[in-house]
């Protein structure tokens, strides 16, 4: 049996006025995705909540079985598994984003999506520079970045990663440094790094450049998402997972699925989606299952714009759930897969707890809705599973007779 799971971060969305009172998926032309819920079972699903908190991590530990509320511990410490990098005890993992700030607020958490070899230059500067202990920071891919501190001894030493709370850069656009830097026990450490970060990073060439270029400079660091290393079951079968975030690969690292990276993989609009299918293919060749996973209609969530994420939605379709689709289709046994991990609505640029929906086609899923993939139609079939950790067994099992 082969599996093929594929995932549109942030694909969906509220309804538009600029649409007509539809969704971004509504609108947008997807028939493999539209295929797979009309030949099989179409429903709504809830990865996210308040509680567990609103992120991909999150919700691709749902996704793929693992109840966050067991296991999750933060994205610092799977992006640091994504790396090869094992936490000590004493060490908490941050993710790391490079961003704007301007007049005392952030505004943009991405630093205008800055290139990867910018950024690398940015980060090694930045270890060179700043010559604190017990913090060293690691590149990754864009504004995406790592930074492993070690609270057991130093400058950081005392504050406590419990109670220290941070905000995804990207829930607090345009909004006040003052208001939204860390808070807790040891906070103040954190504060003052993000400003000494803005000291050193301000005046760098590549961010003279950039406002030379009328592009927003990489001028501070962000902290948050911090946690210690997970302790995760390994995944009941052999796989492979795609995708061009350190996030996604770190939790298939973590369970155990072999990661394939992928060139021209971006996280961007600029991703080389045809790219992608075929990896896919070709592990597939090789695994019973595989995720793939495409960043780019969360990004255009982000940024609010209705028409990119239209048109990141229909590549994904196109060029990946297609391929992927029609090899799948061609092998004895399959299933395939297709959801969002969580909501972006373009109109609020941030992740929401709505359910969101989900299709499963191929062997033993003998239900067909005839209806298409979207928010709609998915809330139109009846179907609901509340805990996102279960879908994996009835995705495995082909079993949904709970839920019909």
């Given at each position: ?18 649409l007509?009172?539809?969704?971004p ?37 749902s996704?793929?079985?693992?109840a966050?509320s067991?296991?999750?511990?933060g ?11 094992h936490?000590?005890e ?27 070899e ?10 060179k ?33 419990e ?8 829930d ?9 830097l ?12 993000a ?7 301000d005046?760098?060439?590549i ?21 210690k ?9 052999s796989?492979?997972?795609i ?11 973590s369970?155990?699925?072999?990661v ?29 299952f595989?995720l ?11 940024i ?9 939605i ?25 959801l969002?991990?969580?909501?972006t ?12 929906p ?14 298409t993939f ?9 179907i ?5 950790h279960?879908l994996?067994g009835?995705f495995?099992?082909?079993?949904f007779?709970?839920?019909?």
């Amino acid at each position: 049996m082969k599996y093929a799971l594929l995932i549109g971060d942030g694909m969906a969305d509220r309804p538009l006025s600029l649409l007509g009172g539809r969704t971004p998926l509504q609108v947008a032309s997807t028939p493999n995705m539209d295929e797979i819920a009309s030949h099989g079972v179409l429903g709504l699903i809830k990865t996210v909540s308040k509680r567990t908190g609103k992120s991909s991590d999150v919700a691709i530990l749902s996704i793929l079985g693992y109840a966050p509320s067991k296991y999750y511990t933060g994205r610092g410490p799977l992006e640091a598994a994504s790396m090869g990098i094992h936490l000590k005890e004493g060490q908490v993992a941050f993710r790391c984003n490079l961003v704007t700030v301007d007049e005392g607020c952030l505004v943009d958490y991405s630093a205008g999506h800055i290139s990867t070899e910018e950024a690398k230059v940015l980060i090694k500067f930045l270890n060179k520079k700043l010559r604190w202990s017990g913090i060293k920071f690691h590149a990754g891919v864009s504004y995406r970045h790592l930074a492993i501190v070690d609270y057991s001894e130093g400058r950081f030493s005392g504050f406590d990663p419990e109670s220290l709370k941070c905000k995804a850069p990207h829930d607090v656009i345009n909004q006040p440094l003052e208001k939204i830097l860390p808070r807790g026990r040891g906070s103040n450490i954190f504060k003052e790094l993000a400003y000494e970060s803005r000291r050193l990073l301000d005046e760098h060439e590549i961010n003279v450049v950039r406002r030379e270029l009328g592009e927003n400079p990489a001028n501070m660091i962000w902290l948050w998402g911090q946690g210690k290393e997970p302790r995760l079951p390994a995944f009941s079968m052999s796989g492979a997972v795609i995708s061009a975030v350190d996030v996604v690969k770190g939790i298939g690292h973590s369970i155990g699925l072999s990661v394939v990276n992928v060139p021209g993989a971006t996280g961007y609009f600029d991703t080389d989606y045809n790219a992608k299918a075929e990896y896919a293919i070709n592990a597939l060749k090789e695994y019973d299952f595989v995720l793939v996973h495409v960043e780019s209609p969360d990004e255009a969530g982000h940024i609010g714009d209705v028409r990119a994420k239209i048109s990141a939605i229909e590549n994904f379709d196109s060029k990946v759930v297609g391929p992927v689709l029609s090899y799948v289709k061609g092998q004895a046994n399959y299933r395939a897969c297709v959801l969002p991990d969580h909501a972006t609505p373009v109109e609020l640029r941030t992740h929401v707890d709505d359910m969101v929906p989900f299709a499963i086609c191929g062997k033993g899923i003998v239900r067909r809705s005839g209806l298409t993939f979207d928010e709609v139609s998915a809330k139109e079939s009846g179907i609901r599973i509340p805990s996102g950790h279960k879908l994996m067994g009835h995705f495995l099992e082909g079993d949904f007779s709970g839920w019909l």
